[in-house]
């Protein structure tokens, strides 16, 4: 039996292991066409490989006496519209500092649990991972590899809708979709060539789902693209998602939106 492993993609060691795609044209580790509603890629960009250098933040003073600048933008995700703060919620930690409280939960609340927020990292790492890790100490990972006998198979791409701009727009199409619970997002489901075939992609979906509801959320969705081969695109194909349990919440006949309620 070969031995299989599933990592979370949190560091450069597993941002390594991503597998390749199996058209050399795409690249896992360059692509933000999720992230990036109106530009993003799926093309292999090597320079996005290389460590990103953050250029250091003007101060605040300098940018006060100019009534034509920008507002500031989270350099957490570049592509992400601004969110406003969460209502106050009993229920979520929080703890002495407003680093420890990013929730807006009062340091004064003796019932709520304390921890630390670990910080995501921005800087001298590849662009990709640098979106990959911004939910880090909220949300957690966005991706996973597997591994059969130390060898990179699969990978899978998820999270909240807040994090992929481009199914926010595309759940906007079809209107039937259900608007409570949100579901979360797989955005990327891919094997190599040669380790098609040996249920390797469908064992990394079921870890996602058991990992997502153990998060709290209710539901994921999918959103296979059918215009396209299968080495063209990594939104899987609905026979492997109704395996996984999933049912066809839309019918599209080239873009259909699959969806699993998580128990």
């Given at each position: 039996m070969p031995e299989v492993l599933i990592l979370d993609v949190s560091d450069e060691r597993t941002f390594a292991l991503i597998p390749p795609c199996a058209d050399a044209r795409f690249d896992h580790r360059t692509c933000d066409y999720w992230e990036d509603a109106d530009r993003g890629s799926k093309l292999h960009r090597p320079a996005w490989l290389e460590a990103r250098q953050t250029p250091p933040s003007r101060p605040r003073e300098a940018l006060s006496d100019n009534p034509f600048a920008p507002p500031e933008?989270?350099?957490?995700?570049?592509?992400?519209?601004?969110?406003?703060?969460?209502?106050?919620?009993?229920?979520?930690?929080?703890?002495?500092?407003?680093?420890?409280?990013?929730?807006?939960?009062?340091?004064d609340n003796p019932f709520a649990p304390r921890r630390t927020?670990?910080?995501?990292?921005?800087?001298?790492?590849?662009?990709?991972?640098?979106?990959?890790?911004?939910?880090r100490g909220v949300f957690g990972s966005y991706a996973k590899v597997l591994l059969v006998d130390g060898d990179p198979t699969a990978y899978t791409q998820f999270g909240p809708l807040s994090a992929y701009p481009r199914a926010l727009r595309l759940r906007e199409l079809y209107p039937q979709l259900p608007d409570a619970?949100?579901?979360?997002?797989?955005s990327c489901i891919a094997t190599t060539a040669d380790g098609r075939r040996q249920g390797h992609a469908l064992r990394l979906v079921e870890a996602v789902c058991d990992d997502l509801a153990e998060r709290g959320f209710a539901a994921v969705e999918a959103y296979p693209d059918l215009t396209r081969s299968e080495d063209e695109q990594s939104g899987g194909r609905i026979g492997l998602w109704e395996s996984a349990g999933f049912a066809t919440a839309v019918a599209d006949e080239r873009f259909p939106v699959m969806r699993r309620e998580l128990g």
């Open positions: 933008r989270s350099a957490l995700n570049p592509f992400a519209p601004p969110v406003s703060r969460p209502a106050f919620d009993p229920f979520l930690s929080g703890g002495d500092s407003d680093d420890d409280a990013p929730f807006g939960i009062p340091a927020v670990e910080r995501p990292a921005t800087s001298g790492i590849p662009r990709k991972l640098a979106l990959l890790d911004r939910g619970p949100l579901p979360a997002v797989i």
